[in-house]
Structures are given as structure tokens and as C-alpha cells.
């Protein structure tokens, strides 16, 4: 594995693909190419897989690490999950045996300097995973007014002090525009400087980066899109596995699989079901797989995940 980089829940992503000889799978979301790689070892000596990834450093680095050692069977696409229902039947992948979706950021881009996804690894405000599509973060900072910043610390962080580090915001960039994670990260601890009487494993930060990220990039839309496009690749038996890591996240994959679990959705007065919609999947995991503490110690990026599986049913 490459250094600095460990995927999360992996044996428990291995369990739930149950990857075999002649399957196919979908990793959404390449990163590393650390669970694309077990898929395929347990998938030898001729599944295949297909690996997409918005960021075209992550597909260019698991093609450079991975290409030689398991050729064609590996297909690559720079693409956004969002965009799941026409890239992978026109790869070749429009029957699957498995899909895969860990969400968040990889630890490549967390070290990446130069789109400032951290505050630790510090750079210029980007936050996009496909640098030619969308807007920067600085720039949704330097043009949202008060009101509107604060809906998106609200929406897409949770912020609890939302207004008030949207009015600093707004009030620091008539002197200079906000423009790198560091003078972000700097600005919101001095807003809501961290209680020296908690212990505190979080930067104040956190949740206003989280939800800058997230907006620029759109990416619970691209979730709901994305859900719905692998439920109809899967084969009857294929598996949906999620790794989320905030409950923005996994609200929204657990709400998806309890809806496609239930099936109908006639209002509860009616007496019979008249939508006809038959349930599509069932639960594998019930409750979600968290990390042991054991990986959590190895790995402090996996303590927030949450594992989320379910299968197929057959139509």
C-alpha cells in the first residue's frame, strides 16, 4: 500500500463485495486505489473493475500503481459519481456485481497543497476534486453575502455559529478577500476560539471547511444521483456498500436504503398498496459497521466512518 495511505474498513468492504472470479465491480470513488485493489486481487484471475474518480490525480496515480499489475482488467474514467448511470454502461459495466462508495476526501488531497483542502496541509482556497468544472471556495467566499454563507455553514457543516463566522468573513473582506486555508482556518479560531477547559480533537474550522467542500462540489446532490444509478446497475445479489464518514452523508444513505427496502410509498391511510413499487433492496448491515478501536489508533481518518451495505433483490 502506498504510504500515507490506508483505506478504511477494508476487510469489512472485502466481506460485503464478496468480489469473485468473472465479477464485475464499480469503485466509485478511487482515492488510493486501496479497496480497488483487494476487489481485484480477490477478484482473480478475470474480474474486472471499474474505477472512477473526479479528480484526475487520484486516476492518474492508481493507473500508474495498479495498471501493471492487473491490465485490462482495471478500466479507468475521470468522472463524477453523479455521473454514474452514463459512464459506466459506456464502459461496459451496465450489470454489476458490486459497487462501492467511500465518500470524503482521500489523504492525498488532504496533503495537497495547492487546493487547500486542509487547513493542516494550509494552500489556496480550490476545493474541487475536477479543477475545470464548478467554482473555487474563494471564490463562493468573496461573492455570498452574510445571509447565504451562513445557509451553506448551516446546510453543509452544521455549523452551530454559522452567523457569526459568515459576518467575520464578510467584515474581513473589505480589507482583503479570504483566499487560503490557512488565513480561513485562522479566521474562524479566533471567531470561536476552542474551550482551553475541553478536550478537543477538532479543529474550530472543521465543519466550515467540511461545508465549503461539500457545496463546491456539489457532492449530496451527486450522492442521490449516484445511489440511484448504481441500485439499477446492480445484478439481482449484486451489492451497494457506503462508507460515510459525516451524518450529512449517511442520512442520506440511510434514508435511500430504507425507502428502497420498503418499496411502497402510498400514504399510511391507504389500506392496500396502490403504487405497486416492490421493495429492491435488502439490508446486509443493521445497524452500520463502525471502526475497532484497533484501526481507529492506525488510521484517526477512520473514526467517523459508518459501513452501510445492502443487496439486490431480484425485480
Known amino acids: 500500500m502506498e504510504e ?3 483505506p478504511v474498513l477494508l476487510d469489512e468492504v472485502i466481506e460485503m463485495l464478496a468480489p469473485a472470479p468473472g465479477s464485475l465491480h464499480i469503485d466509485t ?3 488510493g486505489g486501496g479497496h480497488t485493489e483487494r476487489i481485484l486481487e480477490a477478484a482473480n484471475p478475470d474480474g474486472r473493475l471499474l474505477g472512477l474518480d473526479a479528480d484526475p490525480a487520484a486516476i492518474t496515480r492508481v493507473e500508474a500503481r495498479l495498471r501493471p499489475r492487473f491490465g485490462d482488467r482495471l478500466v479507468l474514467r475521470q468522472a463524477n459519481f453523479g455521473d454514474l448511470a452514463t459512464v459506466a454502461p459506456a464502459a461496459g459495466f451496465a450489470a454489476v456485481d458490486g459497487c462501492l462508495f467511500d465518500l470524503g476526501l482521500s489523504s492525498f488531497q488532504l496533503a495537497d497543497t495547492d487546493r487547500g483542502f486542509g487547513f493542516r496541509a494550509g494552500g489556496p482556497l480550490d476545493m474541487r476534486f475536477d479543477t475545470s468544472r464548478g467554482v473555487p471556495a474563494a471564490e463562493l467566499l468573496s461573492t455570498l453575502d452574510a445571509a447565504e454563507l451562513t445557509a451553506v455553514f448551516r446546510r453543509y457543516g452544521e455549523e452551530p455559529k454559522a452567523p457569526r463566522i459568515a459576518r467575520a468573513i464578510v467584515e474581513a473582506r ?5 483566499t487560503t486555508a490557512e488565513e480561513l482556518a485562522a479566521l474562524v479560531e ?3 476560539p476552542p474551550n482551553p477547559r475541553l478536550r478537543r480533537r477538532t479543529h474550530p474550522a472543521t465543519r466550515v471547511f ?3 467542500r461539500i457545496a463546491v462540489n456539489q457532492e449530496l446532490e451527486a ?3 449516484g445511489l440511484a444509478a448504481a441500485l439499477d446497475l446492480l445484478r439481482p445479489g449484486g451489492r451497494l456498500v457506503v462508507l460515510s464518514y459525516h451524518s450529512l452523508e449517511d442520512r ?3 434514508r435511500f436504503f430504507q425507502a428502497e427496502r420498503r418499496g411502497c410509498v402510498c400514504a399510511p391511510e391507504v389500506p392496500i398498496c396502490v403504487c405497486g413499487r416492490n421493495p429492491r433492496l435488502r439490508l446486509v448491515t443493521n445497524p452500520s459497521i463502525t471502526p475497532s478501536d484497533a484501526e481507529i489508533a492506525a488510521n484517526p481518518r477512520a473514526r467517523s466512518a459508518r459501513l452501510r ?3 439486490r433483490l431480484a425485480a
Open 4 to 6: 500515507g495511505h490506508l
Open 29 to 31: 470513488t478511487l482515492g
Open 174 to 178: 473589505r480589507v482583503a478577500p479570504v
Open 190 to 192: 479566533r471567531v470561536v
Open 210 to 212: 467540511q461545508a465549503l
Open 223 to 225: 450522492l442521490q444521483a
Open 252 to 254: 442520506i444513505v440511510k
Open 309 to 311: 451495505a445492502a443487496e
